[in-house]
């Protein structure tokens, strides 16, 4: 199993800045992509970045094209998400999810990490 662990959430102005961390531990050599999912209230859940961990490859929502970043330490087995330009609709709960090259979904999640915008 892999277990998953986010921080970096929190209270941010619009246009503001903050970075999610999300710390991989347990069978992380079985890593194949792991990716950045959020859940607003009453809403669905929603893919944000995804990023393959062994070469580095990314995907980007297209509402978070150009103001997220994604990327990983392999070393340090963490995934980041680097979100700048802030706006209140990206207020949700941010989750991190891993899935194996062998199973076509994401099957661990995190606990979730909270992100406020205020207007």
């Known amino acids: 199993q892999v277990q998953l662990v986010e921080s970096g959430g929190g209270l941010v102005q619009a246009g503001g800045s903050l970075r999610l961390s999300c710390v991989a531990s347990?069978?992380?050599?079985?890593?194949?992509?792991m990716g950045w999912f959020r859940q607003a209230p009453g809403k669905e859940r929603e893919a944000v970045a995804r990023?393959?961990?062994?070469?580095?490859?990314?995907y980007y929502a297209e509402f978070v094209e150009g103001r997220f970043t994604i990327s990983r330490d392999n070393v340090k087995n963490t995934a980041y998400l680097q979100m700048n330009s802030l706006k209140p609709e990206d207020t949700a709960v941010y989750y991190c999810?891993?899935?194996?090259?062998?199973?076509?979904?994401?099957?661990?999640w995190g606990q979730g990490t909270q992100v406020t915008v205020s207007s």
């Open positions: 999810a891993s899935r194996d090259l062998s199973i076509a979904t994401y099957d661990y």
């Open positions: 990023i393959n961990w062994s070469d580095g490859s990314t």
């Open positions: 347990g069978r992380t050599f079985s890593i194949y992509r």
